[in-house]
């Protein structure tokens, strides 16, 4: 009798994954094969179907915001509060402690800098992971953008969630603690700090539930279909590299998205 086939191996995701999916699927199947390209002999061959019908918006619901606090203003730790995980794979994050209160965890460094919940198959790195006094880790991502005005109606937010959300599950996995919340830390690097600020993404039931769900729709999802908009494209590296057959707009560069997340719908 013939054995059973074994199972595939869960498609390895990562927050940023995510947020590329929940932007433009096609985006994401790109960005996956541009890796790919370069650290095998053969690149994966894209999922996306030639005849595929570009779709109006992404086909991942929207994950749960009525909670998100918004903070205008700079972000202040409190002298019992302690870096426990800094990504040095980042070169512009901002000092957010003095050297005293810097006490880098080495359970951070056991998947070598990633932070991976196995069971889920996801991994990634959020920037920092700040330990609140003795309570609490929360994940704290760095956007060198200001903090718009209108949170809630700001495109690019949903995005800044999408990312915090799969932080937080990373650090609870690998700490066994749920984060009460992720932070998203808005700079304004461009506008020295005038408009700084940061958003609390809470992590509970709902938005873990969410989690799970959006992993299962990514990896269930057998066409990938693109998003083709303006707002999506300007920022989209694979068209960047004249991958994307799809595009309704030109590559603008890094900084295209964060402009164009501050814009009216
Ligand atoms: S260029 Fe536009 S449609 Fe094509 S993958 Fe990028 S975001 Fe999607």
Redesign the pocket.
């Known amino acids: 009798m013939l054995a059973p086939p074994a199972a595939l191996p869960a498609e390895h995701l990562t927050p940023h994954d995510l947020v590329a999916y929940f932007?433009?699927p096609?985006?994401m199947e790109?960005e996956k094969a541009r890796k790919a390209r370069g650290t095998g002999p053969v690149a994966p061959p894209v999922r996306t179907p030639a005849d595929v019908v570009p779709l109006h918006r992404s086909p991942l619901l929207a994950p749960p915001v009525g909670a998100v606090r918004v903070n205008p203003g700079r972000i202040a730790f409190g002298p019992s509060d302690r870096l426990v995980y800094e990504d040095e794979g980042e070169d512009d994050l901002p000092v957010l402690f003095p050297t005293e209160q810097v006490a880098l965890d080495p359970r951070f460094r056991v998947g070598r800098e990633n932070l991976i919940d196995s069971s889920l198959g996801l991994a990634g790195r959020p920037d920092f992971v700040v330990a609140l006094g003795t309570r609490s880790l929360v994940p704290v991502e760095y956007k060198e953008t200001h903090l718009f005005i209108g949170y809630h109606e700001a495109h690019g937010r949903l995005f800044d969630t999408v990312q915090a959300i799969a932080q937080c599950q990373l650090v609870e996995t690998v700490f066994g603690r749920r984060p009460p919340y992720g932070i998203v830390l808005y700079g304004d690097a461009a506008g020295s700090g005038e408009h700084e600020g940061w958003v609390e993404v809470p992590f509970g039931d709902p938005e873990a539930a969410w989690l799970r769900y959006a992993l299962r729709q990514i990896r269930d999802d057998a066409i990938r279909a693109?998003?083709?908009a303006e707002r999506?494209?300007g920022g989209?590296e694979?068209?960047g590299e004249g991958m994307?057959r799809?595009?309704?707009a030109r590559y603008e560069g890094p900084h295209h998205r964060a402009w164009m997340a501050g814009q009216p719908r």
């Open positions: 932007r433009c096609h985006e790109l693109p998003v083709p999506n494209c989209c694979p068209n994307c799809y595009a309704a």
